[in-house]
């Protein structure tokens, strides 16, 4: 299993992303999670992001002058989503004199599959709209991480069809996704692509944090 370079273990991080569907945010301390929250409402607002972010400082007896790293997701996802989750972390990291990070969510999430030591090409996917999704592409060559373009924006059967050359694929999507793609994917006898699913993105997004900050 690959590990992230050698870091202080015990720094707090506050990971938050706002652009996919309800949001999540995330505090963890190191490598492992402490607690988290997955929202369900299409957009997250301002207000209700703070809330819980309270709540899980209060829950976890974390002060925000504790927080070592803010890790914030970039996108892509819903515009209006995103802006929240940079304005909320620009404030907060006033508040608390940390690190911030912006984090793209789609690198963020091939972690679940790179840390599990797959060399397989990576597919990442989220929802941006109800008629959109946006997607990357990552594959690994002799342990070097190569990244396939940009993010991509289409349909999700347009999307499916852009799978047909790449067979034996992990594919990692947020999981309002899953039903749709897996149905498709079946229904082509794309059979050899495993998918996995997500909800709780922060998680993700704090933890490439944590490897782009290097605390």
Not at 90 to 119: F, R, T, W, Y
Request: contains cysteine; proline residues 3%.
């Amino acid at each position: 299993m690959e590990r992230f370079p050698s870091m202080k273990n015990e720094q707090i991080i506050l990971s938050i992303e706002t652009g996919v569907c309800g949001g999540s945010i995330s505090l963890l301390k190191g490598h492992t999670e402490i607690d988290y929250w997955v929202g369900t409402d299409k957009v997250s607002k301002a207000d209700d992001i703070l809330e819980q972010i309270s709540e899980l400082f209060t829950k976890n007896n974390v002060k925000k002058h504790q927080i070592d790293l803010i890790a914030v997701s970039s996108g892509p996802g819903s515009r209006t989503g995103i802006r929240i989750g940079l304005a909320l972390s620009m404030g907060l990291k006033k508040a608390s004199d940390c690190l911030l990070i912006n984090v793209p969510v789609l690198k963020a999430m091939q972690l679940k599959v790179k840390l599990e030591g797959s060399e397989n090409t990576v597919i990442a996917a989220v929802p941006i709209s109800s008629s959109q999704i946006g997607w990357q592409i990552f594959k690994s060559d002799n342990s070097k991480e190569t990244f396939v373009g940009q993010p991509y924006y289409s349909t999700t059967e347009a999307f499916i069809k852009e799978l047909k050359p790449l067979k034996n694929s992990v594919l990692v999507v947020q999981e309002n996704l899953y039903v749709e793609i897996n149905n498709l994917l079946i229904n082509t006898r794309h059979s050899s692509i495993r998918v996995d699913t997500e909800n709780n993105l922060a998680r993700w997004v704090g933890l490439l944090g944590k490897q782009k900050g290097r605390i």
